[in-house]
């Protein structure tokens, strides 16, 4: 994990600049991505990759973050990107974004978005249950077109993380299911439609996993299921897609493996299987979100009131929370925080940093320890780039922040700051 940059005056400094100077130029709360980051999370990913001496691609899981910018970043470092709306492809295509470089997601497309993704020629539509294939191969004989997909398959493995954000167990409303002999028939049924072709199989075990058991465990998974395939069907999956769901440390108590360290094993693990099972070695696609953005982001805020309260800790609030970072209360995730404008001073109390919403459960960070502060001091929330704004909301009509990106010493609005006027826009009168 990088150290934070501070400089004389005693300010966080992100990507080049004092986040006191954003701040006077954009207000609170804000978001703030250092774009030098999220190349460097990429770089450390198509480094680890091209050392495994694997085919491979990376896609990236745009859901973590989604905006008109970050596909652009994405697109210029090379990536592909899944998509799991039609908003999410829509705001892929207008940032001109490659279709062809991107993969359809979703348990329940409808047959709109289906539509869009064929008539806007998407790389590759990952098919997840029986209707979808029946409602696609309706969608490309109207259109008399054909297009790539991927089955997604649920492997039957339960992912060590958070319950909400396990997708790989067998009860799960994603995908194919292997052990009962669905995903076997949904690969028949599949390539007797002339329209569609396979080009490989996906399994998203889960979202912020910290050890490799998980991956090691799908690949031989897959990779059985490839020689079964082989054996009965002549058919060989030419891509295993392995998702996301690699862990970032949120706080110094979280230690999860580098991504290098995740591929190596994925590598080893493959090689192996594919001896055992004399399959050819697949092209390998990874889908990180949360590793490529998460890093990168930070949350920043501005100091307002405070309550003090005999023998317990005191609440120290800020003008965001619930409604820009969602996190700590729906998932009791984990941040840390530092006093932005004040880096320098020594730690002096420990405080529960509240937002602003009207409910309880709007805490941002229990425990925090901190310098005494004031209100107008800034707080930044660190690590907060992957599902924080993408998960952010409008509840209690608080507007959304603006969203900047900061490189090399220059900051750039590419999400601007909602008004009250935004938050009227769709509303009628009732007369
Ligand atoms: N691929 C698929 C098919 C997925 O469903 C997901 C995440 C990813 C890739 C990316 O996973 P990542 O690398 O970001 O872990 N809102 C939750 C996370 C939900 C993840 C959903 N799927 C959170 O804030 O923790």
Same mark, same amino acid.
């Given at each position: 994990?990088?150290?934070? /940059?501070?400089?004389?005056?005693?300010? %966080?400094?992100?990507?080049?600049?004092?986040?006191?100077?954003?701040?006077?130029?954009?207000?609170?709360?804000?978001?703030?991505?250092?774009?030098?980051?999220?190349?460097?999370?990429?770089?450390?990913?198509?480094?680890?990759?091209?050392?495994?001496?694997?085919?491979?691609?990376?896609?990236?899981?745009?859901?973590?973050?989604?905006?008109?910018?970050?596909?652009?970043?994405?697109?210029?470092?090379?990536?592909?990107?899944?998509?799991?709306?039609?908003?999410?492809?829509?705001?892929? %295509?207008?940032?001109?974004? !490659?279709?062809?470089?991107?993969?359809?997601?979703?348990?329940?497309?409808? %047959?709109?978005?289906?539509?869009?993704?064929?008539?806007?020629?998407?790389?590759?539509?990952?098919?997840?249950?029986?209707?979808?294939?029946?409602?696609?191969?309706?969608?490309?004989?109207?259109?008399?077109?054909?297009?790539?997909?991927?089955?997604?398959?649920?492997?039957?493995?339960?992912?060590?993380?958070?319950?909400?954000?396990?997708?790989?167990?067998?009860?799960?409303?994603?995908?194919?299911?292997?052990?009962?002999?669905?995903?076997?028939?949904?690969?028949?049924?599949? *390539?007797?439609?002339?329209?569609?072709?396979?080009?490989?199989?996906?399994?998203?075990?889960?979202?912020?996993?910290?050890?490799?058991?998980?991956?090691?465990?799908?690949?031989?998974? *897959?990779?059985?299921?490839?020689?079964? #395939? /082989?054996?009965? %069907?002549?058919?060989?999956?030419?891509?295993?897609?392995?998702?996301?769901?690699?862990?970032?440390?949120?706080?110094?108590?979280?230690?999860?493996?580098? !991504?290098?360290?995740?591929?190596?094993?994925?590598?080893?693990?493959?090689?192996?299987?594919?001896?055992?099972?004399?399959?050819?070695? !697949?092209?390998? #696609?990874?889908?990180?979100?949360?590793?490529?953005?998460?890093?990168?982001?930070?949350?920043?805020?501005?100091?307002?009131?405070?309550?003090?309260?005999?023998?317990?800790?005191?609440? *120290?609030?800020?003008?965001?929370?619930?409604?820009?970072?969602? /996190?700590?209360?729906?998932?009791?995730?984990?941040?840390?925080?530092?006093?932005?404008?004040?880096?320098?001073?020594?730690?002096?109390?420990?405080?529960?940093?509240?937002?602003?919403?009207?409910?309880?459960?709007?805490?941002?960070?229990?425990?925090?320890?901190? !310098?005494?502060?004031?209100?107008?001091?800034?707080?930044?929330?660190?690590?907060?780039?992957?599902?924080?704004?993408?998960?952010?909301?409008?509840?209690?009509?608080?507007?959304?922040?603006?969203?900047?990106?900061?490189?090399?010493? *220059?900051?750039?609005?590419?999400? /601007?700051?909602?008004?009250?006027?935004?938050?009227?826009?769709?509303?009628?009168?009732?007369?």
């Amino acid at each position: 994990k990088q150290a934070l /940059r501070v400089n004389e005056q005693g300010h %966080l400094v992100l990507g080049g600049v004092d986040a006191t100077r954003l701040v006077q130029a954009y207000g609170t709360p804000l978001v703030v991505y250092d774009v030098a980051v999220i190349r460097q999370q990429i770089q450390e990913f198509q480094s680890a990759l091209r050392h495994s001496g694997l085919r491979y691609q990376i896609s990236y899981a745009s859901k973590a973050f989604a905006a008109v910018a970050m596909y652009q970043v994405i697109d210029e470092e090379g990536l592909h990107a899944d998509v799991v709306s039609g908003g999410e492809l829509y705001t892929a %295509l207008q940032a001109g974004f !490659p279709a062809s470089n991107l993969s359809f997601h979703g348990n329940n497309k409808s %047959l709109a978005e289906l539509e869009m993704a064929v008539e806007n020629h998407v790389g590759v539509i990952v098919l997840d249950n029986f209707h979808e294939i029946d409602l696609l191969r309706r969608v490309l004989l109207a259109h008399k077109t054909s297009c790539n997909v991927m089955l997604r398959l649920t492997p039957g493995i339960t992912a060590h993380t958070h319950r909400y954000i396990q997708t790989g167990q067998v009860d799960s409303k994603f995908g194919f299911d292997v052990d009962s002999g669905q995903a076997t028939r949904a690969v028949q049924e599949v *390539l007797a439609i002339p329209q569609m072709t396979i080009i490989g199989i996906h399994a998203h075990i889960g979202s912020q996993i910290f050890g490799v058991t998980g991956f090691e465990l799908l690949v031989k998974k *897959l990779m059985a299921l490839s020689a079964q #395939w /082989r054996d009965q %069907l002549d058919f060989t999956p030419g891509i295993l897609n392995l998702g996301g769901g690699f862990g970032i440390a949120y706080t110094a108590a979280d230690d999860p493996l580098t !991504p290098a360290d995740f591929i190596q094993h994925i590598a080893m693990a493959l090689r192996e299987a594919a001896d055992q099972h004399q399959v050819a070695l !697949p092209e390998i #696609w990874i889908e990180p979100g949360r590793a490529i953005v998460g890093p990168a982001g930070y949350n920043l805020y501005s100091v307002g009131s405070r309550k003090d309260i005999p023998n317990l800790t005191p609440y *120290l609030s800020v003008d965001g929370g619930m409604g820009d970072n969602i /996190r700590p209360a729906l998932y009791h995730a984990k941040y840390a925080a530092v006093l932005a404008n004040k880096m320098d001073a020594p730690t002096q109390e420990t405080v529960h940093l509240a937002g602003k919403y009207c409910e309880s459960g709007d805490v941002l960070v229990d425990h925090l320890a901190l !310098p005494r502060s004031e209100p107008g001091d800034l707080i930044a929330m660190l690590d907060t780039g992957a599902y924080g704004y993408s998960m952010a909301s409008n509840y209690n009509r608080n507007p959304r922040p603006a969203v900047i990106f900061v490189e090399d010493g *220059l900051a750039k609005v590419v999400v /601007r700051r909602e008004t009250y006027a935004d938050l009227v826009r769709l509303d009628a009168r009732y007369e």
